[in-house]
């Protein structure tokens, strides 16, 4: 199954990020199910479409996000990104400024070339070009968890990221490299969260200011002792913080004004 549609309410869509799948947000979907109508799929070359080559580029992912929720008949809805899923939701939200109604983006930046990150991209991409995907694989997963493989939800990570093809590995980081929104973030006009962990090795704090004074309308939330992986060694917080936004009467007095 690579698209789950569940629940009641303003629909929700779910954008999952590099090496993962829509099963990322396990400890979400159930919590948010009883509020909103959820959407979740599978990007291609991800979870169960890791038989396909991913794509290579951010604007492509986003239109097939946005042609995904055409075939679902979905018009207006809130959406969530996480990482590259969340450079993703950023493109879906300048393409489609008149669709989105609250937008959340998490771990994440404008900038997709990921300055400060614990490996730069190119070398990420030698790496896996040299060597294959196993080794540069677990120490980009394990960059994403507090206690890095001591962390629980570690072999979870590490098992969808093992689905990922070499091929599919290499354009994801060319996709992530060769895209930015910066100079673009004022086309946004969704209501914006910009949730960020303290402790991620990924998206530096210098990204997420940006996105917080350049995104028109934003409030941001700072998760204390917390990886790139909030939503999930962090769930019960990180579910309250969304949930919280996507309800707050700002969100709704758009939610209102894009429906009508």
Request: net charge negative; aromatic share 8%; glycine share 10%.
């Amino acid at each position: 199954m690579n698209c789950i549609r569940v629940g009641t309410g303003p629909t929700l869509v779910l954008v999952h990020g590099f090496l993962s799948s829509l099963t990322y947000w396990e400890k979400q979907i159930e919590l948010f199910s009883t509020r909103f109508d959820v959407v979740a799929f599978d990007l291609p070359g991800y979870g169960g479409k890791a038989k396909e080559t991913g794509l290579d580029s951010v604007e492509g992912f986003a239109d097939f996000v946005l042609g995904k929720l055409d075939e679902l008949g979905i018009d207006c809805f809130h959406l969530m990104g996480h990482s590259m899923g969340g450079m993703i939701a950023q493109e879906v939200a300048i393409k489609a400024k008149d669709r989105v109604m609250g937008l959340v983006l998490y771990a994440t930046g404008p900038n997709g070339r990921l300055p400060g990150r614990f490996e730069s991209l190119e070398d990420s991409m030698a790496r896996a070009e040299k060597e294959g995907t196993e080794q540069v694989a677990r120490d980009t997963v394990r960059t994403w968890f507090s206690e890095g493989e001591e962390d629980p939800d570690f072999v979870g990570g590490m098992a969808l990221a093992e689905r990922v093809s070499t091929q599919t590995y290499i354009n994801g980081l060319r996709a992530m490299a060769g895209w930015k929104s910066l100079g673009r973030l004022d086309q946004i006009e969704a209501k914006t969260l910009v949730l960020w962990p303290d402790s991620d090795r990924s998206y530096m704090w210098e990204q997420t200011e940006t996105l917080w004074r350049g995104i028109k309308d934003t409030n941001l939330a700072v998760v204390p002792l917390a990886a790139h992986n909030t939503h999930l060694e962090k769930a019960r917080i990180f579910n309250l913080l969304v949930i919280e936004f996507l309800q707050s009467e700002k969100v709704k007095q758009r939610q209102l004004a894009v429906t009508t």
